[in-house]
């Protein structure tokens, strides 16, 4: 079940930037931080666009991390073959996070044919509390 | 149930640009298009940070439309007595939207005294078709 | 999009007494009261098994219902040519149902080549609110 | 955060005994093997209404099995002061169970004053893989 990923993370991060440069609009802020079997950590060091009142950072900017983060998940598995394709995802907003980098830590559930399962906890860097959790589902497409 | 909403609909356009306005960083793109009992439509004029390769609107727009129309939809039912934040969003997304205005129709569920829930169709403007549809959940500050 | 469906009510629900007959452990208790284009409706006469202190239907009965009216569309769409496989389910409980037939009424969002989704209302018989939403995605086996 | 619970696990499960007698309707089949600071451990003994064709336990059962395993480990932590109730429950299903005892470990990701949100993961026992992984979010009546 948790083989070695077949992209590094410096190739997931080039695919990324080079398949979404609009993530990039103003200013890198989203980071691959580290790939493993099943599993991918990111981080985003937000700029003002993903703020809020309250010197927070925005549920759609956490909504954004946890979906690319997945990505790059699955990515870094099943390697540049085809683009899978986000079906759900479901979040839980527990507490609001600090105006620090925000560190999403992705564990694939299950890694299926033609769908993808897995779970995301958002937390401010170097704090233990876990300020956002989801979960995602994404289409695999048909690799011949 | 659905009493007519507290707030016109130019009363929440104002308030939402008076409290969040990274929303509008980089140009106006969310518009509040309608409020009625337990509902209320907003449109997204998508800005080029908002699309993804081969012509779409990304799921995080998306996602973001349906929070702030989550959003505008109870805001205009119990007024700007409060701030209130969301606890949870589930999305499905069903087909890749068009280049074109994404309209968010929104129904409360439940309007309680401690939570309010809401469902989102989104679809392109003029489309029959939803591309995405989410439900979500607000915690309403204690009103004294 | 909304071909009639390919079933019967009848049809249906034979086939669900046929391939699920627990689901009628201790008594008929789930039944099909239509099919529709891209729709269902079910309908659960609560057994003592179903029920909560308090004189309401438990959240688990609320689900089974949910789960199975949403089956029911599906199938009613496609035929019984291989078994749907639910691969999520969302839920918001709204209100304490009554001690009343429990009706489910299905939508279904999205029927694709590998994945449907729809969303259910739940209410007590002949009552106007919604009691449990519900959305569900569920994969579709290959057909050839 | 993570203090020790204020009711043992032999307390929890005659709690559930008590006030759920139907959860136990044709025998016992929910057990609570284990609570913990923010934790708690359920186990399934699958009777015969909870299974599926194909020698598998049904999505009901799981579903159920998961909202009285979230439901237990809050219990655990604020005692018997007042009956929490669930507002949403989210579920992956990721694999078909074994015929075999269905083990719940919950952990809470919050426990709030008006709402606490946990995970849960359920396995077949003594099986590594997650067969199902739900999310739970349930409101707590004011304590005063």
């Known amino acids: ?6 992209m590094t993370r410096q190739e997931v991060e080039d ?7 609009q993530l990039h609009h103003d200013g890198r802020s989203f980071h691959v931080e580290e790939v493993g079997p099943m599993s991918a950590r990111m981080r985003l060091d937000a700029h003002e666009r993903h703020l ?11 909504m954004t991390l946890a979906d690319v983060a997945l990505y790059a998940a699955i990515l870094a598995q099943i390697g540049p073959v085809g683009l899978a394709v986000t079906t759900s995802l479901n979040f839980n907003f527990l507490r609001k996070p600090k105006l620090a980098p925000l560190i999403a830590d ?12 897995g779970e995301v906890s958002l937390y401010s860097q170097g704090e233990a509390e876990v ?11 048909d690799r011949r």
Chains 1, 2, 3, 4 share one sequence.
Do not use: N, Q, W
């Open 15 to 21: 695919f990324l930037d080079r398949e979404f440069p």
């Open 52 to 62: 809020r009142p309250g010197e927070t950072i925005s549920g759609p900017a956490m």
């Open 106 to 117: 992705v564990r694939l559930l299950k890694l299926g044919k033609r769908l993808a399962v």
């Open 131 to 141: 300020v956002c959790h989801a979960t995602g589902t994404y289409s695999i497409p």
């Open 1 to 6: 079940m948790a083989h070695a990923p077949v």
